[in-house]
């Protein structure tokens, strides 16, 4: 087959064109860092880079999640620590008041004393997070206070459960029944009423103690349980933080550009075409029909 002038030509821009496309390629490998931009570049390592951000954006909820539940709990164990602060001081100057030696103006101060501890203990009872009271249940944007049995006195806390999915089928409760800590210790029959009531009627104080000890074991063993799910709550953070680890290394290795390899390539790259462009301009050269027109 003879060779032409214009066969030579045009496998020279042919192949100009695919060493531009190689060229071009390369720079925007080296400028985005990325192996691929588009999917129909590379639709296999796109498919699954789909599947490997949907899992890395599960976990990165699960960790917003896990941060809730970490304040929730959190913000339950300092109110109950100041709770069973209270309540120690209730029944420290409940001991003073069952002293018999002490007169009627004392144990009214005492017992204005723990009318005021009481109080304080209402208002631990409401303690927000966020707007959200913590001891009411579901029914968190109702002030637990606010709402009391007529007939007993007793705050109404609410008792229904939050849980919060902090893994692929595993959540944590967030939430402490209010009812069975505030609720029967605030009550108008709960021990603190009581005591209240013998300081100002002259009557058996120290028998009081007993049923303070109990209230006071009862917010124990709650914060014990609040105890148990920080624990779990730091392990599964911890589990999270090493998913995320793993989940954001398989994305990078099948989206990530190996940088140093990808600005190799492009030198090399950039070295052919300029050969390729030094060779075109020769086989480019006048003919003999530019001489004839």
Known sequence: MRVTQ?????????NL??????????????????????????PV????????????NQIQQYKSNISEAENWIDSTDDAITEAVSALQRIREITVQGSNGTYEENQKSNISEEIKQLKEHLV?????????????????????????????????????????LEVFSGI???????????????????GSIQKTIDALENNGDVGAMLAELDKTIDSF??????VGARQNRVELMTDRLSQQEVFATEILSKNEDVDIEKAIMNLTTQESVHSASLSIGAKIMQPSLLDFLR
Do not use: C, H, W
């Not at 069975?180 to 108008?188: E, H, P, S, T, W």
């Open 123 to 163: 208002s631990i009872g409401d303690t927000q997070i966020g707007g959200k009271y913590i001891f009411n249940g579901q029914n968190t944007n109702v002030k637990p206070s606010s709402v009391t049995d007529p007939t007993t006195g007793k705050i109404t806390y609410g008792s229904e459960p939050i849980n």
């Open 220 to 225: 124990l063993s709650t914060q014990a349980q």
């Open 6 to 14: 214009s066969m030579l030509t045009n496998n020279m821009l042919t």
């Open 171 to 189: 959540s944590i409760q967030i939430n402490t029944d209010g009812s069975k800590v505030f609720g029967d210790a605030l009550a108008k029959d």
């Open 45 to 56: 390592a796109a498919m699954m880079g789909m599947g490997y951000r949907t899992n890395l």
């Open 17 to 42: 064109s695919s060493s531009y496309e190689k060229l071009g390629k390369l720079q925007e490998q080296v400028s985005s860092q990325k192996k691929f931009t588009k999917p129909s570049d590379d």
